[in-house]
């Protein structure tokens, strides 16, 4: 916990949560209309709203980088003046007083014609680095948190823009960014404890940081969410909400299990092990400074704000059945290393994820038969014949040696993953989940249970995945009302 005596003392009939907003919250005027709504029911909490830019800005930005620094300048001058009539429409649809918004029109073009000056000096130079990719995409965030602030104060609401390169400090690794927790903490309790004392709504960007020495970082993906989950641990929020376009995490993708439904309660390890294996509402690092910190995470929708949404705690409850959800990762392969000399000799496994790390790959799942004669893992397509190449390598003399027979990789499987912390201790999980698959003819080709038992994962021909998912789903009854 935090060692500030002047923040306790601040804080004890203080409380406060983070409020952050994705890009399709913030994607056009009505969409902002609808966050300025839902921040005026919490202000009595005392928010510090986080933002990220407007839907598909951030993308553009990094394809007006790519195209300068391909010497096509022209084009990426074309993008920007998209963007920069995008911004200047919301803001001529939310701002009324004209005074104002004569002064965001202005600091508006002023950025992008910074941003177009860095564009030019990309196309002069021909070298896209890191930092500069950070320096450009950095002004989506920065440019929607000065029209959401201004329009939030333009509706009586007490907000102050906030640059967040003035309270996350990170270390130089652009566009994928740590942050410095100790520093940012300083900075915090410097700049938004005066602010929240004053009864203020600060409004600040996700994803966007800079170096001790002022240069710009980006905190990579799923930096929204992350910014805010760093800034609910540094002022120690009572919560932390993502307002996005869903209604929370589901017990299935809805567009493959149509009868899938919201989740009340999480725990911390089911919602990270459902965003590893594909689940799309929070990445695992976001969860990770709200963990130490024991902070709630709340998934809701700024769509449908009177939902209940899903909250993320420690301990969650568990249903009757175990399971919580299903998910699904594709576009897989599944690199096995099989040989009869491999019965007893240590370190083989070793030398196989050895390997494989020199080259980058990550590894989704791992398997080992009891017989210590094959080891298999599951990596992404794209670098399966990295990996190959790397045993070959490896293992030259052991192939020579006929020690180990074959090192191959089978393409397109997916990863079916069942998820929920019930599942430790319940008998019979496996067993229903087989047997589910089994009466759709879908064979398993692989599967791998972590000691936590939170999650059982199968590997399944990837055409078999979304039936497996639907199989599962119907299986465990996911699909009725949660009971605890």
């Avoid at 705690?313 to 576009?331: H, P, S, Y």
Wanted: glycine share 8%.
């Amino acid at each position: 916990m935090r060692n500030s005596s002047r923040l306790k003392a601040i804080w004890i009939d203080l409380p406060m949560i983070v409020m952050k907003f994705g890009g399709t919250s913030v994607k056009d005027a009505g969409a902002m209309e609808r966050v300025i709504e839902i921040v005026k029911t919490r202000a009595a909490r005392r928010p510090v709203v986080v933002a990220s830019a407007m839907v598909g800005v951030t993308d553009a930005l990094i394809r007006c980088a790519e195209e300068a620094h391909a010497g096509r300048e022209s084009e990426a001058l074309k993008h920007l003046d998209s963007l920069t009539a995008r911004h200047l429409v919301v803001t001529e649809e939310f701002i009324m007083e004209p005074s104002r918004r004569q002064y965001l029109h202005d600091t508006i073009k002023r950025h992008f014609q910074e941003i177009r000056t860095l564009l030019k000096g990309l196309a002069i130079l021909g070298e896209l680095t890191p930092r500069s990719l950070d320096a450009v995409v950095s002004y989506g965030e920065r440019l929607s948190t000065l029209i959401l602030a201004e329009a939030m104060r333009a509706r009586e609401l007490n907000a102050q823009w906030v640059d967040a390169r003035q309270l996350i400090v990170t270390d130089d690794q652009f566009t994928r960014a740590n942050p410095l927790m100790e520093l940012s903490e300083k900075r915090a309790e410097e700049i938004l404890i005066p602010l929240l004392e004053e009864q203020k709504i600060p409004v600040t960007q996700g994803f966007i940081g800079a170096t001790q020495d002022g240069r710009t970082t980006t905190l990579g993906r799923g930096g929204s969410d992350y910014s805010a989950a760093i800034l609910g641990a540094l002022l120690e929020a009572e919560e932390i909400e993502i307002w996005t376009d869903v209604d929370g995490v589901m017990t299935a993708d809805p567009r493959v299990v149509p009868e899938a439904r919201t989740i009340g309660e999480l725990s911390y390890a089911e919602a990270a092990e459902l965003a590893y294996f594909g689940a799309k509402v929070l990445h695992p690092k976001t969860v990770l400074p709200a963990v130490e910190r024991g902070i709630p995470l709340c998934i809701l929708n700024t769509f449908a704000p009177e939902g209940s949404g899903t909250r993320i705690v420690e301990q969650a409850r568990n249903n009757l059945m175990g399971v919580k959800a299903i998910t699904a990762i594709k576009g897989l392969s599944l690199v096995t290393v099989e040989g009869r000399g491999m019965l007893g000799v240590p370190g083989v496994a070793a030398k196989v994820f050895t390997a494989v790390a020199h080259e980058g790959v990550n590894v989704l799942m791992i398997s080992q038969s009891s017989s210590e004669q094959s080891i298999c893992f599951v990596v992404e397509a794209a670098s399966a014949g990295r990996a190959l190449r790397a045993l070959h390598q490896a293992f030259e003399l052991e192939l020579a040696r006929r020690n180990i027979d074959r090192i191959h990789a089978q393409d397109d499987v997916a990863i079916v993953a069942v998820v929920g912390a019930g599942m430790r201790g319940t008998p019979g999980i496996g067993a229903k989940v087989f047997g589910a698959l089994g009466k759709s003819n879908i064979n398993v080709i692989s599967v791998a249970q972590g000691s936590s038992e939170h999650n059982l994962s199968l590997v399944v021909r990837k055409e078999d995945a979304d039936e497996a998912v639907r199989q599962i789903h119907r299986e465990f009854k996911l699909g009725e009302s949660e009971s605890a």
